[in-house]
């Protein structure tokens, strides 16, 4: 089973920019559907960003459209979420997700079986 370490998190002032990261210890195949999702204090796990297996389809939260941007390079087993213009309302735990044989991006944490531990990312204002 594919296990999933995220990094890059920190913090940054408002306005800036950073990349997180996740590596999959396992190899991530064409058929492996993989997301991201954030979870601030007191709130529940809310979707990112999503990504098919082949990269050609992606899907974004709304709120977060044009700001964060999913990729992923199935050579290197890993996942990226480039995130821009970021706010102090982005402050959280982003956590990477996988699923085999998930072949469309999914919104839902229910559809993802294996998970990342999280980094953080702290936005100030």
């Known amino acids: 089973q594919v296990q999933l370490v995220e990094s890059g998190g920190g913090l940054v002032q408002a306005g800036g920019s950073l990349r997180l990261s996740c590596a999959a210890s396992?190899?991530?195949?064409?058929?492996?559907?993989m997301g991201w999702f954030r979870q601030a204090p007191g709130k529940e796990r809310e979707f990112v960003a999503a990504?098919?297996?082949?990269?050609?389809?992606?899907s974004y939260a709304d709120i977060l459209k044009g700001r964060f941007t999913i990729s992923r390079d199935n050579a290197k087993n890993t996942l990226s979420l480039q995130m821009n213009s970021l706010k102090p309302e982005d402050t959280a735990v982003y956590y990477c997700?996988?699923?085999?044989?998930?072949?469309?991006?999914?919104?839902?944490?229910?559809?993802?079986?294996?998970w990342g531990q999280g980094t953080q990312v702290t936005v100030s204002s």
């Open positions: 990504i098919s297996g082949d990269g050609a389809i992606t």
């Open positions: 396992g190899r991530t195949s064409m058929n492996t559907g």
């Open positions: 997700a996988a699923r085999s044989y998930l072949t469309n991006p999914s919104r839902s944490t229910s559809a993802y079986d294996t």
